[in-house]
């Protein structure tokens, strides 16, 4: 009981249900390994008995807790304050304001960000805690509007070095906002990799979160570039012509996109770039974005700078270089101070690349822009770890639990954060992340976006099937992410796919951050309960096999348990989503169209039953759809047309309520290929692949520019809004 009781105390859950009306124990050896990484140690009687004292006497006669949460429709419970406390708040602004007497309304009333309040009681005992004023909601999406939904790696253009870039991106949305009349472009991931090679091609196992990743960069786009001369303006045009070699390769030679061998040819470039000294007007900017990114930018660039040397693992560096405020460290980086600040330069480029893609999109008339991805967590391995150590739980892996659909549960190699450190630190690494990835957002989306309530945690060495889920604090996540939201101005969109526990939706949406809503996942499983936990699961685990990003559902079958699960009508959607057809490791729609998703599973093997079971079940799937589509007019040109049913699907979109639908751009053009096959590694180029028409033929920027295919279907949504 003393060990169930501790694990409460540090938000353990000690029991899980993988499947309605069941409930499993979490092993013992568990929660005392999840409350190890929270430096608590509870192995024997005597130990729990410790630390039960130990908690009594310090978080359990705290004044405040680690951090306040105040916003308008909620003030803080500080009725534990002894009586004649007096609190006192210095100001983010650098004011201070004398309350008196405890009042939680008066804290409400402060100015929104990000605070310090302080407790006194008449006995002397003083407390200071950081105080997070927060509005109540995220800023909401200005209007109903549709955009393109698109990894920025597979999008060529005719002068890309080997995959899509920044100046890519930016033509995109100048040309879409432009021509189609778009509100937006969502992107994967650009945070910065984990260097190889091998680099992992997956977006959503980054080294760094904080900073994007400089193999975005349009290395013509930088100023520096014209200023080239000599033996290094021969070199840069050398460089141009084999990146202009291997973008053939990709686009006419059949090869894959090659990530390694970009970087290659940009990173000796950069090189080239970072010896021609700086205008006055550019130095001026470049130091003003150092001073405005401080410690964190330091920190990454020098774990950039260490692992030129010592490789990308951190903990494999020697011992003096494990700690980023040792004396070797700070030994090192003074000796690799330009090594430090080429990593800082690159950074302070891709910043500005990403800036100026915003501008062109806004300048389009897109009332959003670019839409960002928050991947839900970082390599161990990697520059965030090693700088923020305190703030992640070692030893740890989050994953998802067993439940219908996965009995062996999932774990994605990814450290969770600690809630506790979170709190201690008035969450400041999740204030940093999110202010860096909404400098140059219109929106951003929040990958397992459940992860802000709790994750489940594997211990090292273990199975996922003995882990446990971990809480964090949702009403300070949220508070956070709604401040720093609305101090950018952008919307928030959670990937709220799969396994959602009751009430989270509804929490999310009252904080106004939309959810994701896929077409062939929107089937009222639950008996109409919109946030019933059956609903969910039959939209298998948002994370499956393969890991996080990923987003899969069963397919619906005569005798299976989707049989009964009715269509929704476009009416009973939530309007508070984001709506698209499919995702990015999803089938894309012509290939569930045309059995090209069930026939490429089959040949590697992936199928869950005999093929003849799996095709009839697609079969069935899809003429439930067509039917549907055709019963509401929605098909006029008749079944058997594959352009026209990427149409009907679409349609069906416009006719829901959804704040933003979101096209996946490979669908705009016929590619039958998924961008990520869950369930693969070797087997299928995942992370890898261009964008490509139904012969997959790949696509420029420029193809799909003129593509009549495109036009006609963006036709469909750019008149729905009329």
């Known amino acids: 009981m003393g060990r169930a009781r501790l694990a409460r105390l540090h938000g353990i859950a000690t029991s899980y249900a993988p499947s309605p009306g069941k409930s499993v124990q979490t092993a013992d050896d568990t929660v005392v390994a999840v409350l190890a990484a929270l430096g608590v140690d509870a192995s024997t009687p005597h130990a729990v008995r410790t630390a039960l004292a130990a908690y009594e006497d310090g978080a359990g006669r705290a004044l405040l807790p680690r951090t306040v949460v105040a916003r308008p429709d909620r003030p803080p419970d500080l009725t534990g304050l002894p009586e004649g406390t007096v609190l006192r708040v210095e100001t983010e602004g650098g004011g201070t304001a004398d309350l008196g007497a405890p009042d939680p309304a008066a804290l409400t009333r402060l100015p929104l960000g990000i605070h310090v309040l302080e407790a006194r009681t008449l006995g002397g005992r003083t407390a200071r805690a950081p105080l997070i004023v927060a509005p109540d909601r995220v800023p909401a999406p200005p209007g109903r509007s549709h955009g393109f939904l698109v990894q920025l790696y597979s999008l060529l253009s005719r002068r890309s070095w080997g995959m899509g870039d920044l100046g890519d991106l930016a033509d995109l949305a100048a040309w879409s906002g432009r021509a189609l009349g778009t509100g937006f472009v969502q992107l994967n991931p650009l945070h910065a990799a984990v260097p190889g090679p091998p680099t992992d091609p997956s977006p959503y196992r980054p080294s760094s979160r ?52 970009v970087w290659a040819l940009k990173r000796e470039a950069l090189e080239l770039l970072w010896a021609v000294p700086l205008s006055p007007g550019r130095r001026a900017a470049y130091c003003d974005f150092l001073a405005e990114q401080g410690q964190a930018l330091e920190d990454h660039a020098t774990w950039c700078a260490i692992a030129e040397r010592h490789g990308p693992d951190w903990r494999g560096w020697p011992d003096g270089l494990r700690d980023p405020r040792s004396p070797g460290t700070a030994r090192l980086r003074h000796r690799l101070l330009d090594r430090i600040d080429f990593h800082c330069r690159l950074a302070w480029l891709t910043d500005q690349q990403l800036a100026a893609a915003q501008r062109a999109a806004r300048d389009a008339g897109m009332a959003i822009g670019l839409v960002h991805d928050l991947a839900v967590g970082v390599h161990p391995s990697g520059a965030d770890t090693w700088a923020q150590q305190d703030a992640f739980a070692a030893g740890m892996s989050i994953g998802a639990p067993p439940d219908a659909f996965n009995a062996r549960g999932q774990d994605w190699g990814l450290p969770p954060w600690r809630p506790d450190a979170l709190a201690a630190a008035g969450y400041a690494p999740y204030r940093e992340l999110l202010r860096g990835l909404l400098r140059h957002a219109g929106a951003l989306r929040i990958d397992h976006v459940m992860g802000l309530f709790r994750l489940w ?105 989707g049989a009964a699960a009715r269509i929704l009508a476009p009416g009973e959607w939530r309007s508070g989503c984001l709506a698209t057809v499919t995702t990015h490791d999803l089938p894309t729609t012509a290939a569930r169209l045309t059995g090209a998703d069930v026939a490429l599973r089959e040949r590697l093997g992936l199928l869950a039953g005999p093929p003849e079971r799996e095709r009839s079940r697609a079969t069935y799937e899809l003429a439930e759809w067509m039917g549907e589509l055709v019963r509401r007019g929605l098909l006029p040109e008749g079944q058997g047309d594959e352009e026209a049913a990427v149409k009907a699907v679409h349609r069906f979109l416009l006719r829901t309520p959804a704040r933003m639908v979101g096209v996946w751009l490979p669908d705009a053009v016929g590619d039958r290929r998924p961008e990520n096959l869950p369930g693969t590694w070797d087997e299928y180029p995942n992370w890898r692949l261009p964008i490509a028409g139904p012969d997959g033929r790949p696509h420029t920027l420029e193809e799909l520019a003129a593509s009549p295919r495109l036009h006609a279907l963006m036709r469909e949504l750019s008149d729905g809004y009329r």
């Open 457 to 561: 945690w594997v211990p090292e060495g273990r199975p996922p099937t003995e882990g446990a889920y971990v809480r964090y604090d949702a009403e300070a996540m949220l508070s956070v992410l709604a401040l720093e939201a609305q101090r950018a101005g952008a919307a928030v969109i959670g990937e709220d796919l799969g396994t959602v526990e009751p009430g989270v939706r509804d929490a999310l949406a009252a904080r106004g951050v939309l959810g994701t809503s896929v077409l062939w996942f929107e089937r009222d499983y639950g008996g109409g309960e919109r946030d019933a936990a059956p609903r969910a699961e039959a939209a298998e685990a948002a994370e499956a096999a393969d890991g996080p990003g990923a987003a899969r559902a069963p397919e619906v079958v005569p005798d299976g348990p």
């Open 210 to 261: 904080r900073f994007p990743d400089p193999v975005h960069l349009r290395i013509e786009h930088i100023p520096e570039y014209a200023d080239l001369a000599g033996t290094a303006r021969l070199r840069a045009d050398e460089l141009a012509a084999r990146a202009h070699a291997l973008r053939s390769e990709v686009l006419e030679g059949g090869a894959l996109i090659d990530r390694d061998a």
